[in-house]
């Protein structure tokens, strides 16, 4: 790794200001980030350590919304009773990342702000339809991925917090690749806002997307058969050494399936 | 260069590190606290494990510096006061949990962070939770043993081994 200077600032506005320097980088957790340096394939000039924020701490529940820090370890996130008792299908996301080490480091602000194509937060963020919280603005989940490893933040721009509206109901079924313990396929099914939402990570070369055939299956009949019925098409989808774009696409209905079922 | 300081096994240090020092050769080059192993330097394998604060986490993956102030722990830090083995380091030993030896003070330490949160795992419980720890000799079969019949012991119960 090559070497850089590393400041901790105290505040998301210290932090921003950091940020405006030549190459600075915001690091969370540094469950990704620290890899890529290693591997050289990032060398920013300044790393922004944004762990010491308080403002970006904690967990708050009100009036059918779940507040979550960009700070929020996933092991805070899969630990909260408040999460758990509101948006269950969020806790279980949160616990099923990684590895237990990786969870007490890793943060929700970081996983989306990466947004890697396999990650599993962005299907979260994106099937309830969360709002994204920055230094300057909120940003639709919709609005807010933009593609392999894109976002719509601008340089600089820090997350802060996601704002998820309490589901009806929620599933997150994530079939896993063993070794990296990435999402081969996730997906996330909630009922929220008067809809049906899927979204799906780790199959899309684009990253998480919202699998309308299955939306307007489940939105008619919300069953396992209906989703049997829809056809997913894998135009797009990964081809790795884990599975073809076929393998991918059918993943997508069998976790669907699950899900549907485990909301039944 | 920055300074860092933390708390390693009770005892105050500091010292003069680069920013891409990481908290392991930190532990290990500075410190001198070679039981820290370091097995792929990626995440994946659970040798480098130690505690930050009280909570089980990947050294090879952290940055010194972000420990700054942090209460850490190793495998050095593990044992009883007299020096004598921990229950769980002993349960190792018992239920012969370990063959090389590489994995195992990341084992050690993933574990006792396990048995803090949950006195009394189920088998299943133990293996998921050693999901981010790889032993290429062992098999896993005696660590998780091992880590049962230290969680016994630690409920004032006992097991015999084998
Ligand atoms: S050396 Fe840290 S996980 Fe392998
Ligand atoms: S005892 Fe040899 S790697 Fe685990």
Not at chain 1, 89 to 103: E, N, T, W
Not at chain 1, 206 to 222: K, P, T, Y
Not at chain 2, 9 to 25: F, I, P, W, Y
Request: charged share 20%.
């Amino acid at each position: 790794m090559y070497n850089f200077d590393y400041v901790k600032p105290a505040s998301v506005a210290d932090a921003v200001a950091a940020l405006q320097g030549e190459d600075a980088q915001a690091i969370a957790g540094g469950q990704t980030l620290i890899a890529t340096m290693k591997q050289r394939l990032a060398q920013p000039r300044t790393l922004v350590d944004l762990t010491g924020i308080t403002e970006m701490q904690g967990i708050s529940v009100d009036g059918g919304v779940v507040s979550v820090g960009a700070g929020a370890r996933h092991a805070e996130v899969a630990g909260s009773a408040e999460v758990r008792g509101a948006i269950p299908a969020l806790a279980d996301l949160a616990g099923k990342i990684g590895d237990p080490q990786v969870r007490n480091r890793g943060t929700i602000g970081g996983s989306i702000a990466n947004n890697d194509p396999s990650a599993c937060y962005p299907a979260a963020v994106l099937g309830l339809g969360a709002t994204v919280v920055t230094n300057a603005r909120e940003i639709a989940a919709a609005d807010f991925f933009q593609g392999l490893y894109t976002t719509s933040l601008n340089e600089g721009e820090v997350v802060t917090a996601v704002k998820f509206p309490v589901a009806a109901a929620a599933s997150w079924q994530k079939f896993e690749q063993p070794a990296s313990r990435f999402s081969l396929v996730g997906v996330f099914v909630a009922k929220v806002e008067g809809e049906v939402r899927v979204a799906v990570t780790g199959a899309s070369e684009e990253g998480v997307f919202r699998a309308a055939a299955l939306e307007q299956a489940l939105a008619s009949d919300f069953s396992a058969a209906a989703v049997e019925g829809a056809s997913v098409s894998s135009a797009g989808m990964i081809a790795d050494l884990h599975g073809t774009p076929d393998y991918r696409a059918n993943l997508v209905k069998v976790m669907t399936k699950r899900a549907v079922e485990a909301m039944s | 260069m920055p300074t860092v300081s933390m708390t390693v096994n009770g005892k105050a240090v500091a010292s003069d590190v680069e920013g891409r020092t990481l908290l392991v050769d930190f532990l290990r080059e500075n410190l001198r606290l070679t039981g820290t192993h370091v097995g792929c330097d990626t995440l994946q394998c659970g040798a480098c494990v130690v505690h930050v604060n009280g909570d089980s986490v990947k050294a090879c993956s952290m940055l010194a510096l972000s420990a700054e102030g942090a209460e850490i722990t190793t495998i050095e830090g593990i044992a009883n006061p007299d020096g004598s083995l921990s229950v769980l380091q002993r349960a190792f030993q018992d239920h012969h949990g370990l063959q090389c030896g590489f994995c195992t003070p990341g084992m050690v330490m993933s574990a006792a962070d396990l048995l803090k949160r949950n006195a009394n795992p189920s088998e299943r419980e133990v293996r998921e939770w050693l999901e981010g720890n790889l032993c290429r000799c062992t098999g896993y079969h005696n660590i998780v043993k091992a880590i049962l019949a230290a969680a016994a012991e630690m409920r004032g119960e006992k097991i015999a081994a084998e």
